[in-house]
């Protein structure tokens, strides 16, 4: 079968490798399921694994890929059985197989009702509902987004969802910052063109936001603008994955304005994606806008490349494995 490997920076090839076999039996609470994929999507969190910046984790075979459907092969346990289809997150996102091994733990049931594609979304939508689950209540307060990626268009319509007053969506690339008003954004600030603390000031009358949630992440340090864009007692809730150091935080103003620093990662499997799941179902969340791209898993470095240098307003980019044809 197919695995992908990065090879070097910003390379990767598909290889073959031996088919996985699930043990016959398991240890109670060590049940597993052979998951086969049909479909993914790229994420950010990917990308540093194919750009070779995310020295925390070794590169292995495998990487990168997390957010993914598909069929439930074999099983040693009784929560699913086989020809279930289910949305599956592979460990340390070493998911980059057309079949692999997973507790089954790791994996919801697929809800019939939404397109599949918009029910894959319910993986990245449940890191954004685990994350607003651990801020105070949003509802009639000001928030800023800062990164307008398909994760920031996320938590603009769950920030919608949940009453935020405005939504004021930064970001440096006027493709993205035109799909968010669809998404929920009350208002966008080029930040290439404008000075985001300036306007930020000018909207909330003074006040500044009562929230700023950090989208962007490892790729530049965004936390000190978060700081000036933050009111007095405001808070921050840092999403995007950080370097293992951030360098030149500027504690100080952090420290003299009394903001509250909120971090989140690893959502709930009991809890926060089938929420997600039901959410895209009900249709609460229309996830649709953010798939814009994809490609067959033979084209998985076209599909990388494109998602990384946002090639014609890329978001969420698309991989179609073998699978879906059978």
């Known amino acids: 079968m197919l695995a992908g490997k990065f090879v070097a920076p910003e390379k990767v090839e598909l290889i073959e490798v031996p088919e996985p076999t699930l043990p016959a039996r398991a240890e109670p609470g060590e049940e597993q399921i052979l998951f086969e994929i049909d479909r993914a999507c790229l994420c950010g969190s990917d990308l540093l694994f194919f750009e070779g910046t995310y020295p925390e984790f070794p590169i292995q075979v495998g990487h990168s890929l997390h957010e993914m459907t598909g069929v439930v092969k074999e099983t040693n346990g009784k929560r699913f059985k086989t020809g279930d289809r289910v949305l599956c997150v592979p460990v340390n996102q070493v ?13 919801i049931p697929l809800d019939p009702r939404p397109p599949e594609d918009e029910a894959l979304l319910a993986q990245p939508l449940g890191t954004v509902i685990c994350a607003m689950k651990k801020v105070p209540s949003v509802l009639d307060q000001d928030v800023v987004v800062m990164g307008q990626g398909p994760m920031g268009q996320l938590f603009n319509a769950t920030l919608r969802n949940l009453g935020a007053r405005r939504i004021i969506g930064v970001d440096l690339l006027a493709s993205r910052l035109a799909k968010s008003p669809a998404m929920g954004a009350t208002h966008t600030i080029d930040a290439s063109q404008e000075n985001a603390a300036e306007v930020v000031r000018e909207i909330t009358g003074g006040n500044m936001a009562d929230l700023v949630i950090e989208v962007v992440g490892h790729r530049e340090q965004t936390l000190n603008q978060c700081v000036e864009l933050s009111r007095r007692l405001g808070s921050i809730l840092f999403f995007g994955v950080p370097r293992k150091v951030v360098n030149d935080l500027n504690w100080y103003d952090l420290f003299r304005k009394n903001i509250t620093v909120y971090t989140s990662v690893e959502p709930d499997f009991d809890r926060d994606f089938p929420l997600a799941m039901q ?48």
């Open 95 to 107: 998911g980059l197989f057309e079949r692999f091994c997973v507790t089954e733990r790791r994996a």
């Open 279 to 326: 959410w895209v179902a009900e249709k609460r969340i229309n996830v649709a806008p953010l798939i814009t791209h994809r490609f067959p898993l033979a084209q998985i470095q076209e599909a990388f490349d494109t998602f990384r240098q946002r090639t014609d307003g890329a978001l969420k980019v698309f991989l179609d494995f073998p699978a879906q044809g059978n």
